[in-house]
């Protein structure tokens, strides 16, 4: 990948202003690979397990107010407090200028996350209700279902890849069910959606274009079954934003599509990571795995838990409307900054022994894996009844799980492994 140069203004701010934490491995590298003397961090080097965290630990405490000139340059916000400050003023922080960094999307306007309030309040509105407590109640009997038929032909064969084999499968067929497809065109959405990820971790913008460009193709082929054949618009997420009316008026056609297209991909990604990191740490910690094997009441705890230690969208972005002073570093209005959730989410300012795993934390609905405001994810319910299912039915179904190999990480914007390979010992 290459090392973009700053824009103007942030070579400006940054000059003499540098965050003291140097990097070492930096030392290592050619004076070519250097990042130039503006930048703090370096997002794209190689990721272990554990080094990023180790990164963010050092940036809290010695840089929380970050700049890098990867991606074009951006800035990055590391402390709880920062994050949290810029998530509760929307006005001033828009997500409609870019949503995450790096800039990727270039064709078009996704509703909610690409527009601010007020104007994203009616795509919330109809999407809200496909989540409530009723719904999900509904629908677990099919995600129970689902889970169960991936993962027991995984254990059967002793493990693999849980990654490869099973998490990656498992939210195409849940967004099958959950968006009334057909299992065909949700796997097809699933394939697509592959090699359109692939295209962001290489940042390679004509493959982006290209995949997302087919995505939009599928997102029409769904409105247009549904414009021929209506569902119950209570039932059914499309039928709901075509009948939707906002001020008398029916939702903008090409800001339809644009939804479809933005929910078709949203959840594909974070559930293959963040099973891959819940899967490391019991293979690592096997007094962990006998406790919630023995009990299943602690799994919904255990999921917020490792919601904080392990979240697994690093971040979204903000941009500001205007110059603001964050952390004692000014940033001029228009230049993105990085609102890095993984990193606020083991702050020990607010959770003590960030980097430990410790159930029933008092603090714990305070994580924003989520995020928080007005684009808080929508899709958290259905999020923690598929990792509630996953993981009760891998521990009931096994005796042990061990690690079998190298764990493989995703690059920026997503943090967590893309392959765990485990050996499982059938219960």
Not at 40 to 48: H, L
Not at 68 to 83: H, P, R, T, V
Not at 114 to 140: G, S, V
Request: glycine letters at 6%; proline letters at 8%.
């Amino acid at each position: 990948m290459n090392h973009h140069g700053n824009n103007r203004h942030a070579s400006e701010e940054t000059k003499g202003e540098q965050c003291p934490f140097q990097h070492g491995e930096f030392n290592s590298l050619s004076l070519e690979e250097r990042e130039p003397k503006t930048s703090d961090f370096n997002p794209i080097k190689k990721e272990t397990f554990y080094n990023a965290h180790e990164e963010y630990n050092e940036l809290r405490k010695h840089c929380p107010v970050a700049h890098s000139s990867a991606y074009e340059g951006f800035w990055a916000l590391f402390k709880y407090k920062d994050i949290v400050n810029v998530l509760k003023e929307p006005a001033t922080f828009v997500t409609s200028v870019q949503n995450v960094v790096p800039k990727v999307s270039t064709t078009g306007r996704r509703p909610p996350l690409h527009l601010d309030p007020p104007e994203h309040t009616p795509y919330r509105r109809t999407l809200d209700p496909f989540f409530t407590e009723e719904k999900m109640t509904e629908l677990e009997p099919l995600v129970q279902k689902t889970t169960v038929d991936l993962l027991q032909p995984f254990i059967d064969s002793g493990g693999g890849d849980i990654c490869t084999d099973f998490s990656h499968h498992l939210p195409g067929y849940v967004f099958a069910k959950f968006f009334n497809l057909s299992t065909e065109l949700s796997m097809k959405i699933r394939e697509v959606t592959k090699l359109y990820v692939k295209a962001l971790n290489r940042v390679d913008k004509p493959a982006i274009q290209q995949k997302s460009l087919e995505l939009y193709d599928i997102a029409r082929t769904i409105i247009q079954m549904r414009k021929e054949n209506p569902m119950d618009p209570s039932k059914d997420v499309t039928s709901a934003f075509l009948a939707k009316t906002y001020k008398g008026e029916p939702l903008p056609d090409e800001l339809i599509l644009g939804t479809i297209r933005q929910l078709i991909v949203v959840g594909m990604i974070a559930p293959v990571v963040f099973i891959g990191s819940m899967s490391v740490h019991l293979a690592q910690n096997p007094d962990i795995q006998e406790r919630l094997r023995k009990d299943h009441t602690l799994i919904p705890a255990a999921i917020e838990e490792y919601l904080r230690l392990f979240t697994p969208y690093r971040g979204f972005a903000r941009t500001p409307t205007h110059d603001v002073e964050i952390g004692g570093r000014k940033i001029k209005k228009d230049e993105p900054i990085a609102v890095v959730f993984a990193s606020a989410n083991r702050d020990e300012e607010v959770f003590p022994d960030g980097d430990q795993f410790i159930l029933y934390r008092p603090n714990i609905k305070d994580h924003v894996a989520f995020g928080m405001g007005p684009h808080q994810c929508p899709g958290a319910p259905l999020a923690r009844m598929m990792l509630r299912i996953t993981l009760t039915e891998l521990l009931s179904r096994t005796k042990n799980l061990s690690l079998d190999g190298e764990v493989e990480m995703t690059p920026f914007p997503e943090w967590g492994p893309v392959s765990v390979p485990l050996k499982v010992t059938k219960a």
